[in-house]
């Protein structure tokens, strides 16, 4: 009983009883309409040749009656005949026809349970177009896409743990020092440790930001802003922390620009990120210039420094998390290392994009941001 509910239970075993009931239905339907109809008509047909049985043509004569019966077998034996060619016939194109819609599902059923056990590259051949083949599409497409969230999750994982080595071996080494009296408990070793549990409370924040910015979750209450109004928040800001002696900042803005539709503390917080990097990859003497101009529809803002700049092969990854051109250079500069990935993320989201340029190493760099003009 088990293994007939196993049987019945499978696609192909439904299919083929399913074709088998419509194959006999038929046939029944056909024998039974022929075998009711034929008579008569044979009857109908014969009276009107009546003349050929002699006068009066009477049907119901001897002749007339062994006729009938002839017919009627041989109808009945017509039909076995064609039974027992049909039917096998029927059963052989049911079974090959059931297999053809069964497997692409058996191939989906196995390749989603591969992919429920972690083996994230299955996929199944798209095969003829159609609904199956629209479906092994979609299954495609939704296989990919979890691979590649499950590359980024396994990606992220790694980066946050490289990144969170350096402050954490640094703190741990302040406090066993502390403990062996090898540093003494003075503000300086204080400072420290104080300057390293920000970092690591700033890189917590940041990585909290970025996933909210990846997952689409952050709000932002677009408003129409006046670039001056925008550049002067963020030149103030950077003003009131201390700008480095030899570097010098300066904004070139036309009077004339439309106001751009943006989140004004989104929009600041961009600014602020793209200035801070400037001053932070300036060394003195230098300039950083924040300047805006209308580009078509938008207006664009432009962070250009005169400082270290950017080779050509690390221009494409710079907005990568944690990516460094200087592979050497520590945190101790002060970034988090996802600063720019935050910035596009927000700049995107408010309709616009953030590009780098530079004419290479020692040269410079310009961070351009494109927001649309407010209507
Ligand atoms: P962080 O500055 O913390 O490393 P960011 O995401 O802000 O992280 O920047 C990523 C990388 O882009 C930096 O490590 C640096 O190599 C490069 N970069 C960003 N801004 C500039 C700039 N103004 N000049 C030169 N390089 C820059």
Redesign the pocket.
Known sequence: MKSWNRLTASMRTRLLISYLAVCVAGIAVLFITVRLTAPSFFDHHVAGMGAMFGPGGNMMSEQGINLDNAVTRSLNEGFLVAILIALPLGIIASFFVAGEIARPLKRLASASQRIAQGQYDQRVPVGAPGELGELAASFNAMASALEQTEQRRMDLIGDVAHELRTPVTVLGGYIEGLADGVFAPSPETWGKLKEETSRLSRLVEDLQELSRAEAGQLTFALASVPPEAAINAAVARLAAELLPEGLALQTEVPSDLPPVQADPDRLDQVLT?LLT??V???PPPGTVTLSARRQGEKVAFSVR?T????ASS?LPN?FERF????RS?S?S?G???????IAKALAEAMGGSLSAS?EGSGKG?T?TLLLPAAR
């Not at 970034?335 to 990935?341: A, D, E």
């Open positions: 990120n990097n400037a932070r990859y300036t420094d400082g270290i700049g950017i690390d710079i990516y460094r051109a200087d250079r945190r500069s970034g988090s290392g996802v600063g720019l990935t530079s760099s961070f």
